[in-house]
């Protein structure tokens, strides 16, 4: 027998104590033990695992969904003296603490062990399965977590803002293991499990606090945003609770550092516990990897340009800290030709300046992006060219020295700056009338709400050929920093810079309000990083006040499609977007299935063939089929000529619609037969009817006044 005398005889004599005792009266069915800074004697429990002391399991489980049947013993002779499958009793007092980091939860533990006894040895230590009910050995309880909500702080929403309106170690309310994902694995702290059908979330969590190689994964249990690669897409309202983070193995081995989203791992054993603001288990030996999804990576697409304003193709791409001679280059050059079809404008984000992360002054970054466009022109043989806007020095936030931006690479025989106008970096850029810009490209700002934080950068252009023109915001917007973690004792969790997210998604909205106020067939593309969900209240702010629309929800990606990224430690493991696409709408209503995808080179990929830790997305906007032009009754008074309207339709090729609205007159045509304008006289009467004439470009002049008769008065001078 083993005897501990690390208790001080005034610890015997000052703290209460409390008689014989199970696991479950000591950890109680809360966040806090009843029995926080109380003494008890004679608990009894089976060694399950062993780690800077041991855990426990009571050999006297009961049937309460919400209590723990498992503890662990913070002493490391425990360590030393036990093995799993002893059966000990013992004397000790409980704490309930933080592990050492700032809003993290409180973990019930047993300190100062004394008077302990071996009672046997080589009881079997049976694991319990995660995603199955369980009967005897814990007691009855249902090990299925729970897939959507958190925890009831949260009220329905783990990203609801305001958010840090609670704490749990204040209200400490009562688990509700069925229902909260964090109240779930609170009820199997300490406990010995086993994972069956283990599904990696991707590549490992990329967090400088942890050791080694961390995975998230789910098993053989109900999950909720299932896509189509074997991850877990972050939706609405649901942030994967039911998935959990493998950390370091008990026995020194590492966990595989070149897992990839959906691979099949083998069975995973291990405590459940909590450190570092997240619940997580520690195997007792590392998995490894069984077999992984088919193909490799995702078919390139099939979004194509011609270079005209009726298949124009516009990809976004966070570059993710590029810089010169950056070793990536290959994997992007591959990735931008070969897998987004080289598209006309590519909107890039996360680019450093010329000298990289030295913080020696430089802030232009010919270099970073000409070492891009001249590996693009060797690939691809298009000269791609490049198109920014210097920041102040170290004023645009980030890391110091690195000076990132947004640009545009974009092929120069398809598309051009309209009337090019560079703003440098402290102008500031405003809508003139026409409308255009103050500068073009130039920086969109509104001291302080960008200080810290990249500029977007907004610019307007016309097809080579001069028939096409619109507008391009390219969007960074400020960081989350000190985004908590989702487990963290602050609920909803903290999010970091809401205010200033706010504040950003106001000015970005508004500037693009200001053109389409001016006119509302403008045609306008704003992409980027985001920096969050497109469910976030700031995120539906800008939608509404900017009058864009969402490109995945025009496109019909389904929503467990809609990602770009795997998300780090401080998430759930599952798949998130937060760069996205919005338009006009005059390009809107073009937008058919399929014209927007995600291509998901980086998501698939495993450590060494990402190159970002983000996805490309890739567009293609057809404004010519819905392209608007809006008379009042005073400037219809007489016959327009279709060359007369030319300049205000952008450039139509073909004679693709007709509509006539209530009190309004809007007259879409244009003729373009081997390139001579041809004349099409007709003046419509303002009338009541809303016509709206489906694809009609290979009906003559005849025919097409024939059908406008018959729907209402139309006379003509000349046809």
């Not at 299935?593 to 890739?618: C, I, Q, R």
Request: proline share 6%.
């Amino acid at each position: 027998m083993k005897l501990f005398h690390s208790l001080a005889l005034w610890d015997l004599i000052l703290t209460p104590c409390a008689s014989a005792i199970t696991v479950a009266e000591i950890t109680g069915n809360r966040y806090l033990s009843p029995l926080r800074g109380s003494s008890f004697t004679n608990l009894t429990g089976l060694v399950t695992a062993t780690g800077y002391g041991a855990w426990i399991r009571s050999t006297q489980p009961d049937d309460d969904q919400a209590t723990t049947e498992s503890i662990h013993v913070f002493n490391l002779l425990f360590s030393y003296d036990f093995v799993p499958g002893d059966i000990v009793t013992f004397d000790g007092k409980v704490t309930g603490d933080s592990r050492g980091l700032l809003l993290e939860l409180f973990v019930t533990e047993i300190i100062y062990p004394h008077n302990v006894r071996l009672i046997s040895r080589g009881n079997p230590v049976e694991p319990i399965p995660l995603g199955a009910s369980t009967s005897g050995i814990i007691g009855n309880k249902d090990m299925r977590p729970p897939t959507e909500q958190y925890n009831k702080l949260d009220n329905g929403d783990v990203f609801g803002v305001p958010n840090d309106v609670a704490r749990i170690s204040e209200v400490n309310a009562q688990l509700e293991p069925t229902k909260y994902g964090m109240d779930f694995f609170q009820s199997l702290f300490g406990e010995l499990v086993t994972i069956h059908n283990v599904t990696a979330l991707g590549r490992q969590a990329r967090d400088n606090t942890f050791t080694g190689p961390h995975l998230w994964v789910y098993g053989n249990w109900p999950v909720t945003g299932n896509n189509s690669r074997g991850g877990l897409t972050v939706r609405d309202r649901d942030a994967n609770p039911e998935t959990i983070l493998l950390f370091d193995p008990q026995d020194g081995t590492s966990n595989p550092n070149n897992t990839k989203l959906g691979d099949s791992l083998t069975d995973v054993t291990g405590v459940v516990d909590y450190m570092f603001y997240q619940y997580y288990i520690r195997p007792v030996t590392a998995p490894s990897i069984k077999s992984s999804r088919s193909p490799t990576l995702p078919s390139p697409s099939t979004i194509k340009s011609n270079g005209r304003c009726s298949a124009l193709s516009v990809a976004n791409y966070n570059l993710d800290d590029f810089a010169p001679g950056d070793r990536r280059i290959p994997l992007i050059v591959n990735q931008i030709s070969s897998y987004l079809g080289a598209p006309s404008i590519i909107f890039v984000q996360g680019v450093q300046d010329s000298s990289g992360a030295t913080d020696d002054g430089t802030v232009d970054a010919n270099l970073t992006l000409s070492d891009l466009t001249q590996a693009l022109k060797e690939r691809t043989g298009i000269p791609y060219r490049f198109i920014d806007v210097d920041p102040i020095n170290n004023a645009d936030g980030v890391e110091i020295g690195t000076n990132v931006r947004s640009a545009y690479i974009f092929n120069p025989s398809q598309v051009r700056l309209y009337h090019p106008n560079p703003g440098n970096s402290t102008d500031i850029n405003s809508v003139l009338p026409g409308p255009s810009l103050r500068f073009n490209p130039g920086r969109i700002d509104a001291p302080p709400t960008f200080d810290h934080s990249p500029k977007p950068l907004a610019a307007q252009w016309e097809t080579i050929d001069g028939k096409g023109v619109f507008f391009t915001v390219n969007v960074e917007w400020i960081p989350k920093y000190g985004r908590g973690s989702l487990q963290s004792d602050v609920r909803p969790p903290w999010a970091g810079r809401v205010k200033e997210r706010i504040a950003q998604a106001q000015v970005t909205g508004s500037f693009t309000a200001q053109i389409l106020a001016q006119d509302q067939n403008a045609a306008i593309v704003a992409a980027g990083d985001f920096r969050d969900f497109a469910f976030i209240e700031h995120m539906k702010h800008f939608v509404q006040v900017s009058g864009l629309q969402n490109m995945d929800v025009l496109g019909g990606i389904p929503e467990v499609e809609r990602y770009t990224s795997n998300s780090g430690n401080q998430a759930s493991g599952g798949q998130e977007q937060f760069t996205h696409m919005f338009v006009s709408p005059s390009i809107a209503r073009s937008v058919q299935k399929g014209d927007f995808e995600h291509v998901h080179v980086n998501t698939w990929a495993g450590k060494e063939d990402a190159a970002s830790e983000y996805d490309p997305s890739v567009a293609k906007l057809n404004s010519d089929r819905a392209t608007w032009l809006q008379y009042t009754e005073e400037s219809c008074q007489s016959p327009l000529t279709i060359c007369e309207v030319d300049q205000g339709l952008h450039g139509m090729d073909t004679i693709e619609r007709f509509v006539i609205k209530a009190l309004q007159v809007m007259i879409v045509h244009k003729t373009n037969v081997d390139g001579v304008c041809e004349s099409l006289r007709i003046n419509l009467l303002l009338g009541s009817a809303n016509l709206i004439l489906g694809d009609i470009n290979t009906r003559d002049e005849q025919t097409l006044t024939s059908q406008l008769k018959s729907d209402m008065t139309v006379t003509s001078s000349d046809v």
